[in-house]
């Protein structure tokens, strides 16, 4: 297990490759972003949105993939207030326990800027059981939602004929992973491996009917090849934290007051729910790293911490899975608090985790010690 030497992130993360010196791609891509001609990129948006824009009032322009969240708030100022777009918004709700916070913003989102929002919400029958499937054989409890949150909008932007569909950020390219190129386009995004494909056979054997399992396969190339969905971070600077600083300016709240979660460094990301955090803890026990480490390694890029500062945070919360966490995919899935943690238990990776006299899953010392003083 290896650390970049400039943020904290491991070569365990799915995809993400290192130059000879040991700096993570997503280092290295935010070091170009620094060269980029940022005005030109704009007026790329714009011909883009003039080549989509409708002629009649009324009619939508583009489709935005949303979830109420901070970037959220930002993609839809860029769309509508900048590009002068009129869009229409569409969500995929999960199925836990909903913030104060997260009720808040997925109305605000709405009223802020003045848009109408389509709520897909998935079969929760179906939804119980793929969720508890997932999480005991592969570790993804959350892959069920994660994969209608990236089909479901390019089935609608085809259904309604809406050809410019909107989304935030290229994941792979701003933080590491299959498809690490910079591209504009956002075709290839459902085969970028955070959700991937799965036979649906399984979920039938596992006693979900074939007839709800709607969504679940990736569109058609055909489908594709109709719509043109795209990165707004190609075209905009993308950093999480201006986006943040934006978003309250509209309305956006974050967890202050409300909860401090054990396993995260801080109160703004990721923020609807309860129990869908646990698919990003997940890759705690799996990859050695989970929320602490990929906030702390992009601070760390964006010069807001030191690299010292930044290891200090993700040893001391990485581990630390919130309870309500736990308690919320517990009570949708029907487990217990035992039968949860009996099958956590099995997806520890032994090759980078051993147990502590506490009886507790911590990373090796020689991982713990490389990701201090990294050597490449």
């Known amino acids: 297990m290896k650390f970049c030497t400039k943020c904290i992130m491991p ?7 290192f130059d000879q010196n ?15 001609d940022w005005d030109a990129r704009y007026h790329e948006l714009e011909l883009l949105c003039d080549k989509y824009r409708r002629k009649k009032p009324g009619e939508y322009d583009c489709l935005i993939a949303v979830s109420g969240g901070k970037d959220s708030h930002y993609q839809v100022h860029v769309m509508k207030e900048l590009m002068g777009m009129n ?41 119980k059981i793929i969720s508890r499937y997932m999480f005991e054989n592969y570790g993804r409890p959350l892959w069920y939602v994660d994969r209608l949150l990236y089909t479901v909008p390019l089935y609608y932007a085809a259904k309604l004929d809406i050809p410019l569909l909107v989304y935030g ?15 504009y386009s956002a075709r290839e995004q459902v085969f970028n491996g955070v959700a991937p494909g799965i036979d649906l056979s399984e979920f039938v054997s596992a006693g979900v009917p074939e007839d709800e399992l ?20 190609y075209f905009v600077e993308w950093n999480a934290v201006k986006n943040y600083e934006f978003a309250k300016t509209r309305g956006f709240k974050d967890l202050t007051h409300e909860w401090d979660r054990t396993n995260h460094i801080e109160n703004f990301n990721q923020i609807d729910s309860y129990g869908y955090l646990l698919n990003a803890w997940m890759k705690y026990p799996k990859y050695g790293h989970a929320y602490a480490t990929d906030y702390a390694a992009r601070w760390a890029r964006y010069g807001m911490l030191s690299r010292e500062q930044a290891v ?21 899935t029907g487990m217990t608090i035992t ?17 502590n006299a506490l009886g507790q899953w911590r990373l090796k010392p020689e991982y713990i010690e490389e990701r201090r003083n990294p050597k490449w």
């Open 214 to 233: 709607a969504y679940l396969e990736a569109p058609s190339r055909e489908l594709l090849s109709s719509i043109d969905p795209i990165y707004l971070s």
């Open 11 to 17: 070569d365990t993360r799915p995809g993400i490759t």
């Open 87 to 127: 869009p229409l918004l569409i969500t995929v709700e999960d199925f836990f326990t909903m913030t104060e916070a997260g009720k808040h913003n997925i109305k605000n989102i709405s009223e802020a800027f003045g848009c109408n929002l389509i709520s897909f919400k998935p079969d929760r029958r179906a939804a």
């Open 169 to 183: 950020e290229n994941v792979s390219y701003e933080y590491g992973g299959v498809d690490d190129k910079e591209t």
């Open 339 to 355: 039968e949860f943690y009996q099958a956590l238990e099995k997806l520890y990776n032994k090759e980078l985790f051993e147990k």
């Open 312 to 332: 200090s945070l993700a040893e001391e919360r990485d581990h630390a899975l919130d309870p309500k966490i736990v308690e919320d995919f517990c009570n949708f």
């Open 22 to 36: 040991g700096v993570c791609i997503a280092c290295q891509n935010h070091e170009r972003k620094k060269e980029v």
